[in-house]
């Protein structure tokens, strides 16, 4: 097993010990405030943690070439901490008795998180190769050398710069309004990720020749 496999290991390991640190959150919750107040939202928080852990656990068995490895790696790193930092937040103020609501600068920096997230996910998508689980992974991607290369290239600079420019604006605007702009800025990078990568497949003479079935 390589360095990479063991970090991603321990991101895993890290990602079981939140869900517990949440679980025990909304029991406490669940006691001083009432089943119908614990459960406003929170799941939610279980729930991304548990796809988390589901995702490392799928990296562990294809992870992703050296090149690509490690901004990926640092993008998990910045989700597993925003879910942290979100979970703190609210079990912060609900439980700790005339606690002030959370502050609207909280809730900016974790939308900044999401931006610093994506950028550094597309630092390593261009770099990614056939094989991993991170890939986009449809019919032509896995047909064609050529297509996979445009897909992830393409994506690749629409999160990076994307993410960049929103994140300059991240603390600035309103929450809803970052949030809606990071959707539609993942939105518009798969569009034109499948786009010309299906471009791509349909003119590439080598098609179906390199194996790609198997990523």
Known sequence: MNETSHRELDLEKLGFLLIALQLA????????LGFDR???????????????VVGQRRLAGRPPNRGAARWLLASRVAALAMLTLGTLAVGYYRLVPDAAPAPEFTVR?????????????GAG?????????????????????LAWDK???ALGRVLFWGGLAGLVTSL?????????LWFSTV??????????SWRSWRLDPDRGLSGHDAC
């Open 151 to 153: 897909a992830h290239r």
């Open 125 to 145: 998508m261009g770099k990614l190769k056939p094989g991993s689980a991170m890939g986009l992974r449809v019919f032509w991607t896995r047909d064609s050398r």
């Open 38 to 52: 614990a459960s406003d939202g929170f799941p939610m928080l279980v729930v991304c943690t548990a796809l988390f």
């Open 25 to 32: 959150i909304f029991a406490k919750m669940s006691l001083d």
């Open 172 to 180: 600035a605007v309103e929450p809803q309004v970052s949030f809606l």
């Open 187 to 196: 939105a518009l990078g798969l569009m034109l990720a499948l786009g010309e």
């Open 109 to 121: 920096g974790l939308f900044a998180m999401l931006w610093i997230i994506i950028a550094l996910k």
